[in-house]
């Protein structure tokens, strides 16, 4: 039964959590009965509620555990540490970093030292209002003239403390039961909690912007420049999309582990920097499974993504035209088919009752099946939108118009290329994949060596990134054909990106990919007004026929029109290297 229904005031089913394994009927009793007891709500615990836990923790010769709540009820009981009891974080309430969670444990343990890193920590992830832990003395002794029954040796008392900057608590040197009992749990959670606030509005971002978590993980394929471009890049992503990044974890692993992606330390890890800096979202620089975000949301307690349902949604934010937000649909719906299993009992119609009972389909399967039917009807959209885009082709190759495309690297530039080439008027922004929608526009160019007046039509298209997800790739199909239709290709780099020796190689790959081989390309070096002249000679070396331009400030424009009219020249030949770097 969960925490939620508990606190709602539906009456719970005694649950006993943790490792039953051995124990007797008479004991499981015991600890269900704990499930009765109810403490005054200014009171951490009582003397006779903590000398009965204690009691019961002897008898077992395990730890026991009892979370209450504000109003002083027993909201669960376990027999094992703190860790091996933890309320999921998905059952406790969720009040925002300001606040507490309105839960605290008390829990037994035979050994007479302070709680440990482990405990702390997962006293931490829940954002408990406090942990007390009771020592035993191993067996109970009865005070002369009557009196308590003495089963509680010492306490220790952890509770958080404000820090932006790591998790922080503090614990309490060794304590008698007296003066644990005699504290006054409502002022100090209260104080608690106006220091948590204060905390939190000295750093508080945007309220409508996503607080974010990235975690990298790097596997043994990967160099670390790769990794710290591939998490730079991420953070991009997420900035695009409208989140703020409050942090970055990393692991270096052999291989990405089957459940988690991570192990279960790190998973541990990135719960508490959760519950540290108040992130409301957790983005990994990898495809998660479905499995995997399912297991990590049930341990981390806030969403998980991934860093394909970022780029998603950024395009989802930046699709105009119908065209657009159909292809968009389109992934949006084959990303997150297979991601339906696993949503629980409320994607079921079956249940107990008159009329509930028999052969029936599952909520989840008629969702399926309705997703099924509106991919179906989406990729009819899009094969039409193909074949309007194909006849337009036609109706320009008709006419001897030839066509050249900009490809690239999302934010290197072509937009703002082809606004200063055609006197367009694209909307250009220092941000990734700030244009979706391709865009055509006709150039004029005059040939240099006859004089001759030449019609051009240039195409921008959608950028590309490194392991651009195929649910992408699918749905644009459309769009990307005007990549591999057009003559030739004006292949856009930004050569002020410390990386982007490696966009090129991930553009090339995309442009290897596809069906069909695209035409001849020109590499065009972008923002050369931004780099040193040690990275222009390296790029000059490496690729010596390429062209180096900045479109912003209007360098090498004049160069570029007349390499424009060598490129077509050579696309209409149909002969030779089908790449002209």
């Known amino acids: 039964m969960s925490l939620v229904r508990q606190l709602s005031g539906v009456a719970p089913i005694h649950v006993v959590h943790g490792n039953l394994q051995g124990l007797k009927p008479s004991q499981l009793k015991q600890l269900q009965r704990l499930y009765h007891q109810r403490l005054p709500v200014d009171r951490l615990t009582t003397p006779e509620f903590a000398q009965r836990l204690a009691a019961i923790g002897t008898d077992l010769g395990k730890p026991v555990c009892a979370y209450l709540n504000r109003r002083g009820q027993v909201v669960r009981v376990g027999v094992g540490t703190p860790r091996e009891t933890q309320i999921p974080p998905l059952e406790l309430p969720r009040y925002g970093v300001g606040r507490l969670s309105g839960i605290r444990c008390i829990a037994t343990q035979m050994q007479i030292k302070p709680p440990g890193t482990s405990t702390l920590t997962t006293m931490a992830v829940q954002r408990l209002d406090a942990l007390a832990i009771l020592t035993l003395t191993g067996s109970g002794f009865q005070r002369r003239g009557g009196g308590e029954t003495g089963y509680v040796k010492h306490a220790y008392l952890a509770h958080l403390i404000p820090n932006s900057l790591e998790a922080s608590w503090t614990v309490s040197p060794p304590l008698s039961l007296d003066i644990l009992v005699n504290q006054d749990f409502i002022e100090m959670v209260e104080e608690l909690e106006g220091e ?242 391709p865009t055509t526009r006709r150039l004029a160019v005059t040939d240099d060596e006859t004089g001759e007046v030449r019609q051009l039509v240039l195409t921008d298209t959608v950028g590309f990134i490194h392991e651009l997800p195929p649910a992408l790739i699918d749905a644009f199909r459309a769009t ?12 856009v780099v930004d050569l002020s990106h410390p990386a982007w020796q490696s966009q090129i190689r991930s553009v090339m790959g995309i442009l290897s990919e596809m069906p069909v081989t695209p035409g001849p390309i020109l590499l065009v070096f972008n923002k050369i007004d931004a780099v040193d002249g040690e990275t222009l000679e390296l790029a000059a070396d490496e690729y010596p026929q390429a062209a180096f331009i900045s479109a912003e400030q209007g360098f090498g424009l004049a160069t570029l029109r007349h390499r424009l009219v060598q490129l077509v020249d050579y696309a209409a030949l149909g002969t030779g290297d089908r790449s002209s770097r």
């Open 196 to 437: 948590f606030q204060r905390e939190f509005v000295a750093q508080e971002v945007e309220s409508d912007r996503d607080r974010v978590l990235i975690v990298g993980v790097r596997t043994a394929e990967v160099d670390a420049q790769q990794f710290e471009d591939g998490l730079a890049e991420v953070g991009r992503l997420v900035d695009t999309a409208g989140g703020s990044v409050l942090q970055t974890l990393q692991q270096a692993r052999s291989r990405p582990h089957p459940q988690t992606v991570v192990g279960a330390g790190k998973v541990d890890e990135i719960a508490l920097a959760v519950q540290t800096v108040g992130a409301n979202l957790v983005v990994f620089d990898r495809d998660l499974s479905p499995a995997q975000v399912r297991n990590l949301e049930k341990r981390i307690g806030v969403r998980v993504v991934d860093r394909t349902e970022v780029i998603l949604d950024i395009f989802a934010q930046r699709a105009q035209s119908r065209a657009g937000k159909l292809q968009v649909e389109l992934a949006q719906l084959e990303y997150n088919l297979p991601r339906l299993t696993g949503r629980g009992q409320s994607m079921s119609r079956l249940g107990g009752g008159i009329g509930t009972r028999g052969p029936g389909e599952t909520q989840l399967e008629t969702e399926r099946r309705a997703i099924q039917r509106r991919i179906a009807r989406l990729q009819q959209e899009v094969s039409k939108l193909q074949a309007h885009r194909s006849r337009l082709r036609q109706r320009r190759q008709h006419q001897a118009v030839p066509s050249v495309a900009l490809v690239g690297y999302t934010n290197a530039g072509k937009s703002t290329l082809l606004n200063v080439l055609a006197n367009a008027d694209i909307y250009t922004a220092d941000q990734l994949f700030a244009t979706l929608d």
């Open 480 to 491: 990307l054909e005007e990549v591999t239709e057009a003559d030739a290709l004006l292949h």
